[in-house]
Every structure is written in C-alpha cells, then in structure tokens.
C-alpha cells in the first residue's frame, strides 16, 4: 500500500491521460530543441553572441512584462473609478488602447526563457498581426471547451450555491441577501393580506 497516491476500487493506480503523457515529453523534447540550436549558433557566430541574445532576450522580456503589467493595474484602477463623459471627440464606448495584456505578458515570459525558439515564440506573442490571430484561435478553442460542459457560463455556477456536508451529501441552495429588495413571484401579484 502507498500513502499519498490515488488508487482505484481495484487497487491499481488510474490512468493518465494522454495530455498527462504526452506533456513530459514534449517538454524534454523542447529542452533539447534549444539546447542544440544555441550550440548550433554558437558555432556558427561565437559564443559571446549566444550570451548576448540570451541576456538580451531576458531584458526585452522585463521591459514587456513590465509595461503590460503597468497596463494592467492601469486599467484596473480606471475601472474603479467612476464613469467619466466622453471627451468632445470622443466615440461613445471608446477607450485608448485594445483588448487584455495576457497574449503580452505571455510573450515577455516567453522572451526571458533563455532559448531561441522560446524568443521566436515570444516574439510572435507580442507582434500584433500575429497576437490577433493567437487570440482568435484560443478564444474559438476555450468556446469549444466550454459547449463541452453544456449550456450556461460561468455567471451561471455563481448563481446556485452548493454546500458540502460532513456526511458527503450536497446540498444545493442560493443566496438570498437582506439588502435586496425580494423578487417578484411569477403567480402573479401579491394581494395584501
């Protein structure tokens, strides 16, 4: 018997899935990868080369990682702040700059992971023809996740509230709050009694 490992009703340890597998692998894989292509460049252009694309690469990561963070907490506290008018030329609704800093952030992470094909990776992040298209794909790819949950957002898990009893039992409920005016009932109107 060991301590700490999941175990099925017969004993035996369950299954990985193949991401789980497959994962490992492709990262060594990728470890590899760049390890052979930053010997390859240093044969070929010196090895002080090889070291300032490395440093390079960390430093251009910082200054992203950075600035999209600054972009970040930027909109954040503009967000808390009360809605303002729009300025004279203004369109209603806009506001300066585009989407989230994720793709961004990404990116600069990706940038300051020493290895050349995680700079190419990184780099493709943040040029915005590029970053567009990465958006694209896995806001499809996160939709087809989600339609294979079923119908409802995740809005929705907020509204139903499920409690865990000692005994194992869920107990499923909602929040009712007091500073709240009550609901209308769909019978109909309440009479004064």
């Known amino acids: ?12 340890p369950p299954k990985r899935g193949r991401a789980r597998r497959l994962i490992p692998l ?16 240093a044969d070929a252009a010196g090895g002080l080369t090889v ?3 490395l440093v390079g690469g960390v430093l251009l990561g910082g200054f992203v ?3 999209a963070g600054r972009r970040a907490w930027q909109r954040l506290t503009e967000s808390l702040q ?11 609704g806009a506001t300066g700059g585009a989407g989230g800093n994720g793709l961004t952030m990404l990116g600069g ?15 493709l992040c943040l040029f915005p023809p590029t970053r567009a298209l990465l958006r694209k794909g896995l806001e499809r790819g996160v939709d087809r ?3 294979a949950f079923g119908p409802g957002t995740l809005g929705d898990a907020f509204q139903q509230a499920r409690m865990h009893q000692p005994d194992g039992k869920v ?5 009712i709050r007091d500073d709240e005016p009550p609901a209308p009932h769909r019978d109909g109107p309440q009479l004064p009694r």
């Open 145 to 147: 996740r989600a339609a």
């Open 109 to 123: 992470l990706l940038l300051m992971v020493p290895g050349l094909i995680s700079d190419a990776a990184g780099l």
């Open 51 to 53: 070291l300032a694309l």
């Open 1 to 12: 018997m060991t301590f700490g490992a999941q175990q099925t009703m017969d004993g035996r």
């Open 82 to 92: 009360p809605p303002k008018a729009p300025e004279a030329g203004q369109a209603p």
């Open 171 to 175: 107990v499923q409920g909602e929040v």
């Open 26 to 41: 492709a990262v060594a894989l990728w470890a590899v990868l760049e390890i052979w292509l930053l010997m390859m460049v």
């Open 65 to 67: 990682i950075k600035r």
